[in-house]
């Protein structure tokens, strides 16, 4: 009976693990439908609405379970040199990991390009979630990237310090 038990809480064992891991990289996905004209757009300077840039071979995926699970990646003939004179810069130069699977986001290269100066990162918008930033970043190539990033007020509210009035308030949950 021993035997018996221990491989049902061996097999249990697995099986939640499998699936915890499943869970995390595939599980919660969903591929974002692309709306033309929509899907890009960047914060230009001295201003509060972003504006839509030119972009081609746009896909993404996002998850209801977090606002920063967004990733997206495109191409664009604006230089990124053009934009930086027209858009607002984002300090962001390390990207949010992508799973595996969603193979056009290598985070790690894009940290590299920014980091080398051969890549610039915008800020495409401001509390798209409560304390969530979209960034864009663009290369030489002309290959775009987004992903969503914590802001401060975000950083504060999420960690549990006091936020402070610098920061908007919090929406109120139903």
């Known amino acids: 009976m021993g035997k018996f038990l221990s491989i049902i809480l061996i097999a249990s064992g697995l099986a939640a693990g499998a699936a915890m891991y499943y869970l995390q990289v595939y599980g919660y996905y969903d591929e974002v439908t692309a709306n033309p004209g929509q899907d890009v757009v960047l914060l230009p300077l001295?201003?509060?609405?972003?504006?839509?840039i030119a972009y081609d071979n746009f896909q993404a995926i996002d998850a209801g379970s977090s606002p920063i699970r967004y990733r997206a990646c495109f191409t664009t003939s604006v230089t990124r040199q053009e934009l930086a004179q027209v858009f607002q810069l984002s300090d962001q130069h390390e990207p949010r990991n992508?799973?595996?699977w969603f193979d056009c986001f290598d985070a790690e290269a894009l940290g590299?390009?920014?980091?080398?100066d051969r890549a610039t990162a915008f800020v495409?918008?401001?509390?798209?979630?409560?304390?969530?930033?979209?960034?864009?970043?663009?290369t030489d190539?002309?290959?775009?990237?987004?992903?969503?990033e914590l802001n401060a007020c975000g950083q504060k509210a999420y960690d549990g310090t006091v936020v402070g009035e610098a920061c908007p308030p919090r929406p109120q949950s139903n």
């Open 46 to 52: 001295d201003q509060d609405t972003p504006r839509p």
């Open 98 to 100: 992508a799973p595996k």
């Open 112 to 116: 590299g390009a920014l980091k080398e």
């Open 124 to 138: 495409a918008v401001k509390n798209i979630f409560y304390g969530v930033d979209r960034i864009v970043a663009v």
């Open 141 to 148: 190539q002309g290959l775009g990237y987004a992903w969503h």
